[in-house]
């Protein structure tokens, strides 16, 4: 079974790049079925895309994320990464890394627990 695991420092400073890590163990990287997402959860607020990379490597962006936005991949670890850049207060959520079965929403998802990031000096 399948299963992803966010990694990355859990404060970051405004202004800075937020990086984090989805190591996935039971299953592969590059099936082309799949999406290897990212989502984020602010405080009080809903669940929103940020951005995904398919099997096949190709790249999506949220359009409202895309300017400081970079996902990236290392098959032979089986992971993906995430990188936010400039980020403010506002970036502070929950970020969980899922595979899916869809692009840009939370239907046909397989979740990571989610870790905690917060932006603040």
Sequence with gaps: QVQLQESGPGLVKPSQ?????????????TTDYYYWSWFRQPPGKGLEWMGAIAGSGSIYYSPSLKSRTSISRDTSRKQFTLQLSSVTPEDTAVYYCARCEGLGYEEGCYWGQGTLVTVSS
Excluded: K, N
Excluded at 17 to 29: H, R, Y
């Design 17 to 29: 790049t937020l990086s984090l890590t989805c190591t996935v163990s039971g299953g592969s990287i």
